[in-house]
């Protein structure tokens, strides 16, 4: 698992998208665990593969978000907020990898994460300060090995998916 983490993520990477937040960013560019993982697959199968177990891997990272974000609100009963539902996962299509994180409606999940300072306002004097949350900066530190763990098993339910629809 120590391989993984040398090639696989850029953890509280600025999203290169404006305005979408903190995002993880997934690659598996040169993995050889990887790789060895998918050996026996065609090169277009084992493109799908990779894109499944980095998708399984985003959903471990988001519903551990989601988690930690429930639980450190006020109110966690009823949880309807956009940034709860802003949570997104984009596997990449041109080459392996993926982006964890928050779409449009999310944009304001750093604020959340980090929290804010005392700021002067022309009109109201001040502006409100935000105690940080760090829910997302704990499921980085706290889910990653977790996630690393479904990345491989996500690859090995895909090349088993597809071993069996090829060999009939």
Known sequence: MNGLRQYAIRRG?????????????ITTIGAAQVESAVSELLDIDKDKAIRAGLRSMGNTLVSGGKRRLKSRLKDSSGLQGKLFKAFKIR??????????????????????????????????????????????????????????????????????????????
């Open 91 to 168: 596997v990449k299509l041109r080459k392996p990898g993926a982006l964890v994180g928050f779409n449009k409606d999310g944009h304001h999940s750093h604020l959340v994460d980090m929290g804010t300072e005392k700021r002067k306002h022309p009109i109201t004097g001040t502006s409100g300060i935000m105690p940080a949350n760090s829910f997302w900066t704990d499921t980085a530190r706290e889910d990653w090995d977790n996630a690393s763990k479904k990345l491989f098993e996500g690859i090995e339910r895909a090349k088993n998916r597809i071993i069996e629809r090829n060999s009939y």
């Open 13 to 25: 990477r600025e999203s290169p998208l404006l305005n979408r937040g903190m995002s993880f960013q």
